[in-house]
C-alpha cells in the first residue's frame, strides 16, 4: 500500500544554502566553455509571453441523452467571465477514436496501375496516438468511512465489468480509498486487472456507513423521547457537530487526491463511490425535532450548518485542477426505514416517518449531484444497478470535444468562469463541461509538478535533465547528508544575446518525501549562466550543472527536482528514489 504525502509533516531537512558550485561539464583539457553570473550581477531583462491554453471537455448530447457527434469548432461558443474567446485548439472523439474535425484535403487520382496477379493485402490502420493534454486518468475513489459494505462490495462487480472493458492502452487507472485517511491502494497503471484484483481486496475493509446510521437512528428515537424541545435541540446539535467534523475530515481526503493530481496532464475522471455525504450536517434530526415539536427555529438551526461552500471550494479546486466528479450513490434505493438497500426491513422501536427519511436521503444525494454537475461529470443514484450509469460515463470516455483557447496571461491566482454554448440552441442539445478554472501562478504549477512525481511518480523532462547522487555522509545526530548533482544540456536552455556574452536564467525546485508521506518544504534556486560569445558553440554540446546538498532522516526517500527555463517557460521534473544510510 502506498500512502500519499501529508503537507503538514517534515521529511528532510535541506541545507539552507544548498550549495554553490554551478558550472559546465567540460574536458579537463578546456577551458569551460559557459560560467554562472556573479550573485552581484545585474539580471538581465526578461520580457516573456506565456501562453496559457485552458482545455475544457464538452459533451453534447441530444433529447434522449445520446451523444452528439460531428459537430465542428464552428457550432461552438466559449465565454471567460461573459467575454467571448477564440477557439485556437479543437480536438473530437467518437466512439473512443479521434478524428481530424471533419477536415478533409482532396488527392489527385491515382495513376493507372496493371493489374496484379493477386491483390495487395489491405493496409493495416495507423494506431492512435493519444496527445498528453487528452490522455485519461482514471481515479477509482472508495469512500469506505461513508459507505455500507454490503452496499459497496455489491457495485464492484459492476466497476470491475467497466474497468475491464474500458482502460485503453493509453489510459491510466488508479484505486484509492478513504478510511479516515486518504490510502491509494493501486498506483496509477495501464493494467484495468490490477485495479480489479485490489477491489478484491477492498471488499474486506470495513465500512462504518451502518453504525453511524445506527447512530442517527438513535439520536432520532431520543429526539422523540425528549421531554422539551431545548432537550431535543441539544442533541441534534450534537450529532450534528459529530457529522460536521466527520464531513470536514472526508473533504479534505477528496481535496488530498484532487491536489495531487494536479500536475498530471490530460483528462482527469474521479469515480467517487459513497452512500453519500451531507450537505447540511444533522439536517434529518432537526427536522425529527421540528415534526416533533412544530418549533420552525429547529429548521432554521439547520441551515446555519449548510456546507455548501466548503463543497464549492472542493468543486473549485477540482475545475482548477482538470477533474471531473462522477458520483456513485452506493446506497441505491433507499426504503421509508432510511436503510439503504442492502436491508430493507427497519427494526427499530421508532419508524422514522417519511418526511424525515425523505430529507436525509435528499440530504446525503445533493452533494453527489452538487459535485457531479459543477464539474462536468455525472452521477448514478436511485438505483441497484448502475450498469445503466456506467454505460453513460463510457459514453463520456469515448465521446467528448476539447475546446482550448488562449487564458489571459496575468497568473493572479483567481478563479474564472467558463460557459459553452451551442450557435444553434434550437435542437435542444444539452450541452455539459466544468464550469471554471483558477490561473494558477507559475510557481504554483511547478508545485503541482513537483507533487504529481511525488504522489504518482508522474515525470516530465522535455529539457533532458539527468540527476546523480553523490556519496553519504551520516552526522552525529543520524541525519545523512547526500549531494545530488542537477545536469541540464545548455542546448535545450533559451540564450539572450547580452553584449559580448549570451545568458540564460532557470529556477531549480527540490522537495522530497520519506516512506511515511512526510514532505519536505520546498527549495528553490535562482541559476543565471552567462556564456562568452566566443564559446557558445562549444557550449551548446555541454552541459551545466547545480549541486544540491542536502540532509535527511536516513530510510527510504523520494527526491524530486524541477527545472524551469524562465526565458522559454519550459519546465521539467525528474525524480528518483533512493535509501539513506544502512
Same mark, same amino acid.
Given at each position: 500500500?502506498?500512502?500519499?504525502?501529508?503537507?503538514?509533516?517534515?521529511?528532510?531537512?535541506?541545507?539552507?544554502?544548498?550549495?554553490? %558550485?554551478? =558550472?559546465?561539464?567540460?574536458?579537463?583539457? &578546456? !577551458? $569551460? #566553455? *559557459?560560467? @554562472?553570473?556573479?550573485?552581484?550581477?545585474?539580471?538581465?531583462?526578461?520580457?516573456?509571453?506565456?501562453?496559457?491554453?485552458?482545455?475544457?471537455?464538452?459533451?453534447?448530447?441530444?433529447?434522449?441523452?445520446?451523444?452528439?457527434?460531428?459537430?465542428?469548432?464552428?457550432?461552438?461558443?466559449?465565454?471567460?467571465?461573459?467575454?467571448?474567446?477564440?477557439?485556437?485548439?479543437?480536438?473530437?472523439?467518437?466512439?473512443?477514436?479521434?478524428?481530424?474535425?471533419? %477536415?478533409? =484535403?482532396?488527392?489527385?487520382?491515382?495513376? &493507372? !496501375? $496493371? #493489374? *496484379?496477379? @493477386?491483390p495487395p493485402p489491405p493496409a493495416e490502420p495507423a494506431a492512435v496516438v493519444t496527445p498528453p493534454s487528452q490522455k485519461l486518468h482514471l481515479i477509482v475513489y472508495v469512500d469506505n468511512f461513508n459507505?455500507?459494505?454490503?452496499?459497496?462490495?455489491?457495485?464492484?462487480?459492476?466497476?470491475?465489468?467497466?474497468?475491464?472493458?474500458?482502460?485503453?492502452?493509453?489510459?491510466?487507472?488508479?484505486?484509492?480509498?478513504?478510511?479516515?485517511?486518504?490510502?491509494?491502494?493501486?498506483?496509477?497503471?495501464?493494467?484495468?486487472?490490477?485495479?480489479?484484483?485490489?477491489?478484491?481486496?477492498?471488499?474486506?475493509?470495513?465500512?462504518?456507513?451502518?453504525?453511524?446510521?445506527?447512530?442517527?437512528?438513535?439520536?432520532?428515537?431520543?429526539?422523540?423521547?425528549?421531554?422539551?424541545?431545548?432537550?431535543?435541540?441539544?442533541?441534534?446539535?450534537?450529532?450534528?457537530?459529530?457529522?460536521?467534523?466527520?464531513?470536514?475530515?472526508?473533504?479534505?481526503?477528496?481535496?488530498?487526491?484532487?491536489?495531487?493530481?494536479?500536475?498530471?496532464?490530460?483528462?482527469?475522471?474521479?469515480?467517487?463511490?459513497?452512500?453519500?455525504?451531507?450537505?447540511?450536517?444533522?439536517?434529518?434530526?432537526?427536522?425529527?425535532?421540528?415534526?416533533?415539536?412544530?418549533?420552525?427555529?429547529?429548521?432554521?438551526?439547520?441551515?446555519?450548518?449548510?456546507?455548501?461552500?466548503?463543497?464549492?471550494?472542493?468543486?473549485?479546486?477540482?475545475?482548477?485542477?482538470?477533474?471531473?466528479?462522477?458520483?456513485?450513490?452506493?446506497?441505491?434505493?433507499?426504503?421509508?426505514?432510511?436503510?439503504?438497500?442492502?436491508?430493507?426491513?427497519?427494526?427499530?422501536?421508532?419508524?422514522?416517518?417519511?418526511?424525515?427519511?425523505?430529507?436525509?436521503?435528499?440530504?446525503?444525494?445533493?452533494?453527489?449531484?452538487?459535485?457531479?454537475?459543477?464539474?462536468?461529470?455525472?452521477?448514478?443514484?436511485?438505483?441497484?444497478?448502475?450498469?445503466?450509469?456506467?454505460?453513460?460515463?463510457?459514453?463520456?470516455?469515448?465521446?467528448?470535444?476539447?475546446?482550448?483557447?488562449?487564458?489571459?496571461?496575468?497568473?493572479?491566482?483567481?478563479?474564472?468562469?467558463?460557459?459553452?454554448?451551442?450557435?444553434?440552441?434550437?435542437?435542444?442539445?444539452?450541452?455539459?463541461?466544468?464550469?471554471?478554472?483558477?490561473?494558477?501562478?507559475?510557481?504554483?504549477?511547478?508545485?503541482?509538478?513537483?507533487?504529481?512525481?511525488?504522489?504518482?511518480?508522474?515525470?516530465?523532462n522535455p529539457l533532458g535533465v539527468t540527476l546523480e547522487i553523490g556519496q553519504q555522509a551520516s552526522d552525529e545526530e543520524g541525519y545523512v547528508a547526500v549531494q545530488i548533482a542537477v545536469r541540464i544540456?545548455?542546448?535545450?536552455?533559451?540564450?539572450?544575446?547580452?553584449?559580448?556574452?549570451?545568458?540564460?536564467?532557470?529556477?531549480?525546485?527540490?522537495?522530497?518525501?520519506?516512506?511515511?508521506?512526510?514532505?519536505?518544504?520546498?527549495?528553490?534556486?535562482?541559476?543565471?549562466?552567462?556564456?562568452?560569445?566566443?564559446?557558445?558553440?562549444?557550449?551548446?554540446?555541454?552541459?551545466?550543472?547545480?549541486?544540491?546538498?542536502?540532509?535527511?532522516?536516513?530510510?527510504?526517500?523520494?527526491?524530486?527536482?524541477?527545472?524551469?527555463d524562465e526565458l522559454s517557460g519550459e519546465q521539467a521534473v525528474v525524480g528518483r528514489r533512493l535509501t539513506l544510510g544502512g
Open positions: 500500500m502506498v500512502t500519499p504525502t501529508r503537507r503538514p509533516s517534515l521529511a528532510v531537512l535541506c541545507a539552507a544554502a544548498l550549495l554553490a %558550485a554551478s =558550472t559546465l561539464a567540460a574536458r579537463q583539457d &578546456e !577551458q $569551460p #566553455p *559557459a560560467e @554562472t553570473a556573479a550573485a552581484d550581477t545585474e539580471t538581465p531583462f526578461i520580457e516573456r509571453l506565456a501562453v496559457n491554453i485552458v482545455n475544457v471537455e464538452v459533451f453534447v448530447t441530444d433529447r434522449d441523452g445520446n451523444p452528439v457527434t460531428g459537430l465542428t469548432a464552428e457550432d461552438f461558443e466559449v465565454f471567460e467571465d461573459d467575454r467571448p474567446v477564440e477557439v485556437v485548439n479543437f480536438y473530437r472523439v467518437a466512439e473512443g477514436r479521434p478524428d481530424d474535425a471533419g %477536415a478533409t =484535403t482532396e488527392q489527385p487520382p491515382p495513376a &493507372e !496501375q $496493371p #493489374p *496484379a496477379a @493477386t459507505i455500507h459494505p454490503l452496499n459497496r462490495n455489491r457495485t464492484f462487480s459492476r466497476l470491475r465489468e467497466f474497468l475491464a472493458n474500458n482502460v485503453r492502452r493509453d489510459d491510466e487507472v488508479m484505486l484509492a480509498s478513504y478510511d479516515r485517511s486518504l490510502n491509494i491502494r493501486q498506483p496509477l497503471t495501464s493494467d484495468a486487472s490490477a485495479v480489479n484484483m485490489e477491489l478484491f481486496e477492498l471488499e474486506n475493509a470495513t465500512g462504518y456507513a451502518a453504525q453511524r446510521e445506527a447512530e442517527r437512528r438513535d439520536a432520532v428515537r431520543q429526539i422523540y423521547e425528549a421531554q422539551s424541545v431545548n432537550q431535543a435541540l441539544r442533541r441534534a446539535a450534537e450529532f450534528s457537530n459529530n457529522a460536521h467534523f466527520e464531513l470536514i475530515e472526508t473533504l479534505d481526503g477528496l481535496n488530498e487526491m484532487v491536489e495531487s493530481l494536479a500536475g498530471l496532464p490530460g483528462r482527469k475522471m474521479l469515480l467517487y463511490v459513497s452512500d453519500g455525504l451531507p450537505l447540511v450536517p444533522g439536517q434529518s434530526l432537526y427536522q425529527a425535532v421540528q415534526q416533533r415539536f412544530a418549533d420552525l427555529s429547529a429548521l432554521g438551526e439547520a441551515q446555519s450548518r449548510d456546507e455548501s461552500r466548503r463543497y464549492m471550494r472542493l468543486i473549485a479546486q477540482a475545475n482548477s485542477n482538470r477533474v471531473s466528479f462522477y458520483t456513485i450513490d452506493a446506497g441505491g434505493l433507499r426504503t421509508s426505514s432510511g436503510f439503504g438497500a442492502e436491508n430493507p426491513a427497519a427494526n427499530t422501536q421508532y419508524v422514522v416517518s417519511t418526511a424525515i427519511d425523505s430529507v436525509h436521503t435528499k440530504n446525503l444525494r445533493d452533494s453527489l449531484l452538487l459535485m457531479a454537475d459543477r464539474t462536468g461529470g455525472q452521477a448514478i443514484y436511485n438505483t441497484n444497478d448502475i450498469a445503466q450509469g456506467l454505460e453513460r460515463f463510457r459514453q463520456d470516455i469515448g465521446n467528448y470535444y476539447s475546446l482550448g483557447y488562449r487564458a489571459p496571461t496575468a497568473r493572479r491566482g483567481r478563479y474564472h468562469r467558463i460557459e459553452v454554448r451551442l450557435r444553434d440552441p434550437e435542437r435542444g442539445w444539452q450541452v455539459r463541461h466544468r464550469e471554471g478554472y483558477r490561473d494558477k501562478p507559475e510557481e504554483a504549477l511547478v508545485t503541482d509538478a513537483l507533487t504529481a512525481y511525488l504522489v504518482h511518480d508522474h515525470e516530465s544540456p545548455v542546448a535545450s536552455i533559451v540564450l539572450l544575446p547580452r553584449g559580448e556574452s549570451h545568458e540564460g536564467l532557470l529556477t531549480l525546485y527540490f522537495a522530497a518525501v520519506d516512506e511515511r508521506g512526510r514532505r519536505s518544504p520546498q527549495q528553490e534556486m535562482p541559476l543565471q549562466l552567462r556564456i562568452p560569445e566566443e564559446s557558445l558553440e562549444l557550449a551548446r554540446a555541454d552541459t551545466v550543472a547545480r549541486v544540491i546538498e542536502a540532509t535527511m532522516r536516513p530510510g527510504p526517500h523520494k527526491l524530486v527536482v524541477g527545472v524551469r
